[in-house]
């Protein structure tokens, strides 16, 4: 096969490869609405997925709906996310985002990215994954994986996320952009290691630029 050589190009080899290498690549947060999602997402930061869901059945259990999350004693709440890490700063989060939703939302995630990032606790990454994931809306989350994978791709020479995302989206199409970022991020988890790739089992080394390297 001949090499892709626009990024472009690439893109669309990684997102059809992927694709046959995970097709049954999901979430790996436990949620059962977009409430719980946007929770566990914010708890998600500089934690693992298996230590935050980990956390949150007492979570949800004790806090079910924004309303009640709003109204938490902080302490206590600070007792059940202690594990996540930086769990005065997430408390806090939590605490504003169940308020917000509350009083401007109707109690309701809101589906515009406009409306997501106005939240506390919510910035562009955390709402596409939302947005993709428990709302069905296009939504492409860049995280370290994603970002690491996209310049080691040739896909983008940016490192600021907003900047990648932005580049990405007319790559992939709207309704696959959260799928693509989820198998980039298992891929990177599983293949293409940051500290020791295992190129020979990647089925993106064939056309990958820094294979040569």
Not at 51 to 79: G, H, I, K, S
Not at 181 to 210: N, Q
Request: net charge neutral.
């Amino acid at each position: 096969m001949r090499r892709p050589r626009s990024p472009k190009g690439r893109a669309r080899w990684t997102n059809r490869l992927l694709t046959e290498e995970y097709p049954g690549a999901v979430c790996e947060l436990d949620h059962s609405n977009a409430f719980e999602l946007l929770a566990a997402t914010i708890l998600s930061a500089q934690c693992t997925d298996a230590r935050v869901n980990m956390v949150t059945p007492e979570l949800f259990e004790r806090y079910p709906t924004p309303e009640d999350l709003a109204a938490a004693d902080p302490e206590e709440l600070e007792r059940i996310i202690h594990s996540t890490g930086f769990y005065r700063a997430k408390a806090r989060s939590l605490m504003g985002m169940a308020r917000a939703l509350e009083e401007r939302f109707g109690g309701e995630v809101p589906g515009r990215m406009s409306d997501l990032v106005t939240v506390p606790g919510v910035g562009r990454k955390t709402a596409n994954v939302v947005r993709s994931v428990a709302l069905g809306l296009p939504g492409l989350p860049v995280d370290t994986h994603v970002l690491r994978l996209s310049r080691l791709l040739g896909l983008t020479e940016q490192s600021d996320p907003v900047k990648v995302e932005m580049e990405l989206n007319p790559m992939v199409p709207a309704d696959e952009r959260g799928d693509f970022s989820l198998r980039m991020i298992l891929h990177g988890r599983r293949v293409c290691v940051a500290r020791r790739p295992r190129c020979g089992e990647c089925v993106l080394a064939w056309f990958c630029p820094s294979v040569d390297i």
